[in-house]
């Protein structure tokens, strides 16, 4: 009897590659076409290209007109992309190649909920309608989109064009799904330098993880595959905010520190379509786009910002932020430990509010740029001067191994009163993105760390941009 379940034979054709690059080499890919798209008419007058991993939403798009590979001064568009991803350029442009920058807190994937957490470039050669994974990849490895087509063994249209739409399309729907998954799953490898060994063991793994995916009955629309050295781990992609409250009971964690003086309610129960810990005891939620909407009258809201499978940022409608913490995360009461690993030359970006007034009603948000090298930091919060520190992770019997930054005085206007800032990560949040809490001399609070500067810097816009914080209107929603 024949088996239906497909055989590992590798639907990706990763063994020609390198026949692929020679040829390219020699002319035979590379030049205009290796960007792929399709070419708009001479007698236009503009053009709309569409940027996609899914559509992405507020992408900046920078023309070219040097052919030196960088967004110049001068070259970027004033408008950014749309929620379809598009844009339209003018017709003097469609001559030069295109680079779009995803930039961290500002652009949004239709592919996942809340905002891009980390930066990066797609590019595309001159002439295509399309600025995708597939065009950046065409263009790093000098390929035409044929034949990049032909490694992957799919239809040239679903790398040279729109792939979301054409999944509409009967006969290009299969490879247009497996087209749209590969493009999830190697953003991340897009930041690096690849080369013809490195692109083939990235799409061995993905072909070898699809197979069992596909035998599975797994729907591709639904994941992304983590790929690495080692393999290809499978990931949930979350399209919608009702997958993010799947589990029932969450902790709410304040990041403005007047708020948390106070002490407001912060666990959250939501159970057969009633919250409690909001509003009324029950109020009645609904989900809407990126946001979660309480009560009957769109009385209070949370627009997620960030996700990651144990921490979701949002803001509300007051712009205060605030994370949820499932409590049944790993590691939810102890915390995660941090490892010299975290740190050591790394650069994070630390957000906290420092206000300690409680008569007060306006934070006092502290932005810093952390430098680390083996054991020295250098702290650079915005609006004051460096401040060169000691640093070390400490280990300790009763919680997780904690953050510990040795400041040389306690005078400084953005660390008043501090001999040192101790922060212990909560839970196993994920690597671009720490809750963390303070837990030094007068500042216990609860703080974020980043590791792109451009979201950093959006949720510190946001949040400093937030009106004063109307108590008797928060006892109303918080209990």
Same mark, same amino acid.
Not at 270 to 289: K, R, S
Not at 355 to 381: A, G, K, W, Y
Not at 427 to 445: A, G, M, P
């Given at each position: 009897?024949?088996?239906?379940?497909?055989?590992?034979?590798?639907?990706?054709?990763?063994?020609?590659? %390198?026949?692929?690059?020679?040829? %390219?080499?020699?002319?035979?890919?590379?030049?205009?076409?290796?960007?792929?798209? +399709?070419?708009?008419?001479?007698?236009?007058?503009?053009?709309?290209?569409?940027?996609?991993?899914?559509?992405?939403?507020?992408?900046?798009?920078?023309?070219?007109?040097?052919?030196?590979?960088?967004?110049?001064?001068?070259?970027?568009?004033?408008?950014?992309?749309?929620?379809?991803?598009?844009?339209?350029?003018?017709?003097?442009?469609?001559?030069?190649?295109?680079?779009?920058?995803?930039?961290?807190?500002?652009?949004?994937?239709?592919?996942?909920?809340?905002?891009?957490?980390?930066?990066?470039?797609?590019?595309?050669?001159?002439?295509?309608?399309?600025v995708?994974?597939?065009?950046?990849?065409?263009?790093?490895?000098?390929?035409?989109?044929?034949?990049?087509?032909?490694?992957?063994?799919?239809?040239?249209?679903?790398?040279?064009?729109?792939?979301?739409?054409?999944?509409?399309?009967?006969?290009? =729907?299969?490879?247009?799904?497996?087209?749209?998954?590969?493009?999830?799953?190697?953003? !991340? =490898?897009?930041?690096?330098?690849?080369d013809?060994?490195?692109?083939n063991?990235?799409?061995?793994?993905?072909?070898?993880?699809?197979?069992?995916?596909?035998?599975?009955?797994?729907?591709?629309?639904?994941?992304?595959?983590?790929?690495?050295?080692?393999?290809?781990?499978?990931?949930?992609v979350?399209?919608?905010?009702?997958?993010?409250f799947?589990?029932?009971?969450?902790?709410?964690?304040?990041?403005?520190?007047?708020?948390?003086?106070?002490?407001?309610?912060?666990?959250?129960?939501?159970?057969?379509?009633?919250?409690?810990?909001?509003?009324?005891?029950?109020? !009645?939620y609904?989900?809407?786009?990126?946001?979660?909407?309480?009560?009957?009258?769109?009385?209070?809201?949370?627009?997620?910002?960030?996700?990651s499978?144990?921490?979701?940022?949002?803001?509300?409608?007051?712009?205060?932020?605030?994370?949820?913490? !499932?409590?049944?995360?790993p590691?939810?009461?102890?915390?995660?430990?941090?490892?010299?690993?975290?740190?050591?030359?790394?650069?994070?970006?630390?957000?906290?509010?420092?206000?300690?007034?409680?008569n007060s009603?306006?934070?006092?948000?502290?932005f810093?740029?952390?430098?680390?090298?083996?054991?020295?930091?250098?702290?650079?919060p915005?609006?004051?001067?460096?401040?060169?520190?000691?640093?070390?992770?400490?280990?300790?019997?009763?919680t997780?191994?904690?953050?510990?930054?040795?400041?040389?005085?306690?005078?400084?206007?953005?660390?008043?009163?501090?001999?040192?800032? +101790?922060?212990?990560?909560?839970?196993?949040?994920?690597?671009?993105?720490?809750?963390?809490?303070?837990?030094?001399?007068?500042?216990?609070?609860?703080?974020?760390?980043?590791?792109?500067?451009?979201?950093?810097?959006?949720?510190?816009?946001?949040?400093?941009?937030?009106?004063?914080?109307?108590?008797?209107?928060?006892?109303?929603?918080?209990?």
């Amino acid at each position: 009897m024949k088996s239906n379940v497909l055989t590992p034979a590798l639907p990706f054709k990763t063994l020609a590659l %390198a026949s692929a690059l020679t040829l %390219a080499g020699c002319g035979g890919g590379g030049g205009s076409s290796s960007g792929g798209g +399709t070419p708009t008419n001479p007698g236009t007058s503009n053009q709309d290209i569409t940027v996609i991993d899914g559509y992405l939403e507020n992408a900046q798009i920078c023309i070219d007109r040097n052919r030196n590979s960088s967004c110049d001064q001068g070259e970027t568009l004033d408008e950014t992309t749309n929620a379809q991803g598009k844009i339209a350029i003018d017709d003097a442009d469609k001559e030069y190649p295109i680079i779009a920058r995803i930039i961290a807190g500002q652009t949004q994937d239709a592919d996942h909920i809340g905002m891009i957490s980390n930066s990066y470039e797609l590019v595309a050669e001159a002439g295509s309608s399309v600025v995708t994974p597939f065009t950046t990849l065409a263009k790093q490895l000098n390929l035409s989109t044929a034949q990049l087509a032909a490694l992957l063994n799919v239809h040239e249209s679903v790398v040279a064009e729109d792939y979301v739409e054409l999944k509409a399309n009967a006969d290009l =729907a299969d490879d247009a799904r497996q087209a749209h998954l590969f493009a999830r799953s190697i953003i !991340p =490898a897009l930041s690096e330098e690849m080369d013809a060994d490195d692109f083939n063991t990235l799409v061995t793994q993905f072909a070898q993880a699809l197979v069992n995916q596909q035998n599975l009955g797994t729907d591709l629309d639904s994941i992304r595959f983590n790929l690495s050295e080692t393999g290809a781990e499978v990931e949930p992609v979350d399209q919608s905010v009702e997958h993010l409250f799947d589990r029932q009971l969450w902790s709410l964690v304040h990041l403005t520190r007047i708020i948390g003086l106070k002490e407001f309610h912060n666990n959250i129960t939501f159970e057969d379509g009633n919250v409690n810990g909001i509003l009324t005891i029950p109020a !009645p939620y609904e989900f809407d786009g990126h946001r979660l909407i309480f009560g009957n009258n769109d009385e209070y809201s949370h627009e997620v910002v960030y996700q990651s499978e144990n921490l979701i940022l949002i803001f509300d409608d007051r712009d205060q932020p605030y994370t949820y913490i !499932p409590t049944d995360a790993p590691n939810y009461f102890y915390g995660k430990p941090l490892t010299a690993e975290h740190f050591a030359d790394q650069t994070w970006y630390h957000l906290r509010d420092i206000q300690s007034d409680v008569n007060s009603n306006e934070p006092i948000i502290i932005f810093t740029r952390m430098e680390f090298t083996d054991n020295t930091v250098t702290l650079t919060p915005d609006g004051y001067p460096p401040i060169e520190a000691d640093w070390e992770i400490e280990t300790h019997d009763d919680t997780a191994d904690t953050l510990t930054i040795h400041l040389p005085t306690r005078e400084h206007e953005a660390f008043p009163g501090e001999e040192k800032v +101790t922060l212990l990560a909560y839970s196993d949040t994920d690597e671009n993105v720490l809750l963390v809490f303070h837990d030094s001399t007068q500042k216990y609070v609860n703080n974020l760390l980043f590791k792109d500067q451009s979201m950093a810097e959006a949720v510190t816009t946001r949040w400093r941009a937030a009106p004063p914080i109307e108590f008797d209107e928060l006892r109303r929603i918080m209990q």
